[in-house]
């Protein structure tokens, strides 16, 4: 029972509700005035932050926790800035290096390294006449992963907060134990498509060890996460009510026997702890090694499938663009990912420039595979917005999408935010989200009957928002600027 916990609470408290019929009269006045503020960022965010928005179907733990979190705990441990003052490491502290040091008497070093273990800096320009935001991004992640790695609970914590904050009611959290890091002592032995048989037998005379390490780990981290929120107190922090499971990710860019190991390791945790739903497939797809071992890649997920056909995909696959590989790693990533078992797709940015990407759509569309649109990702990392982004291709020709964070902290954003930039970038209304919303529920991997309790709570949550929040922001609107409001202060 306790390792499905989040999810089942969260299931269980919207279960006991019938769920409530659409009311077209309040959706239509909740999609007239978007239409009139669409145009507004900041009248569209005040809308939208309020709103029911489902899942967020694509979120790493650790790229989900803003640098000031990061930088709040690793002072409470005692970290220290390295020498160049960009990164954390554990104490002892030099002199002066300490983080509560760098509090007390040097700001402007601390703001340094708040920039260089985020991307805030880049985003407004500074250095970037030195490295892309591609560079930023997935170097920040060394940098702060010292104090990442000695938060679990924190993080966790943070995550489902967030969460909450956000109005969205279930994560899929790509998240993996501690004790999945033996994957990195896989002996440095060559390994290739006709080896894989051999090496997954050799590997799982270990990992049933590991597996039983991990859950055990998890039910650690979860018990506090719940101590923490006083879940099962009459008074439970309301991060409490957020539906939670976890997706087991695999990484790219390293040696075949690693990935491997590592894959086998999560395939496994899936099949073992209800609370793990699917396995990703993370880390740049533009990097050397997970270019050249791409089509290597793809054979193990078809292995694995084969072993485990329960198991479900979602990978990361078409984060991609010219700015960042010849015109030969562009043709057939996506196409590849789905032949390979993906009932889902992270990011899908290069769709455009793959060969026969409308036949890939097509069966996309028919076999309803989603793709997980991160706006202020793909606009950061790669350079990629408006009309250049596909997510109008993509709903163009049926493909289902949904809106995702990808590393809200670490990208400083939400989904609201993302909500936001679909609404302004690329046109979409409130009925568009509002499906967009509904559809990150049936794309997700919950168990359906928790899918089932979730799409009912949202359809309940969402005329409750039309009613109230909406008619209060449509009626503020109407009354226009309130006796002694801003003009006033202003005056003053």
Known sequence: MKRKFFALLAACSAFQAAPALANPASEKAAADLFDRIQSDPKLLRMFLKDMPKGADLHNHASGAIWAEDYLAWAQDAGFCADEEGVALTPPPCAQ???????????????????????????????????????????????????????????????VLRLAQGDRVSYLELMENPSAFRWYAEAPDAPLDTGGLAAAYAREMAEVPAVITAAMAEMDETEAAVRAEFGCASATPDPACEVALHYLASGLRNHSPAQVFRLLILCFEMVRQDPRYVGVNFVE??????????????????????????????????????????????????????????????????????????????????????????????????LGVSGADHPLTLYRRFGVPVVLSTDDEGLLRTDLTNEYVRAAMEHGLGYRDLKELARASLTYSFLPDRERKVLIERLAEDSERFEKTKVAALADAMRAGPAKGGSAQLLAD
């Open 96 to 158: 002066g290096r300490s983080i509560a040091a760098l509090v007390e008497n040097d700001t402007f070093a601390f703001d340094r390294l708040l920039d260089a273990i985020s991307t805030r800096g880049v985003q407004i320009g500074v250095g970037a006449d030195e490295q892309s935001g591609h560079t930023q991004f997935f170097r920040s992640f060394e940098r702060f992963w010292p104090i990442a790695g000695h938060s679990e609970v924190q993080v966790l914590a943070s």
């Open 284 to 381: 740049p797809e533009d990097w050397p090694i997970s270019l050249r071992d791409y089509d290597l890649h793809m054979a193990m997920f078809r292995f694995l499938k084969q072993q485990y056909p329960e198991v479900r995909l979602t990978l990361h696959a078409g984060e991609l663009t010219f700015a960042r590989v010849p015109p030969a790693q562009l043709r057939n990533h996506m196409a590849k990912a789905i032949e390979a078992g993906a009932e889902r797709v992270g990011h899908g940015t290069g769709i455009a420039l793959e060969d026969d990407a409308l036949a890939t759509m097509q069966y996309m569309a028919g076999k309803g595979i989603a793709v997980e649109i991160n706006l202020t990702s793909n606009a950061v990392i």
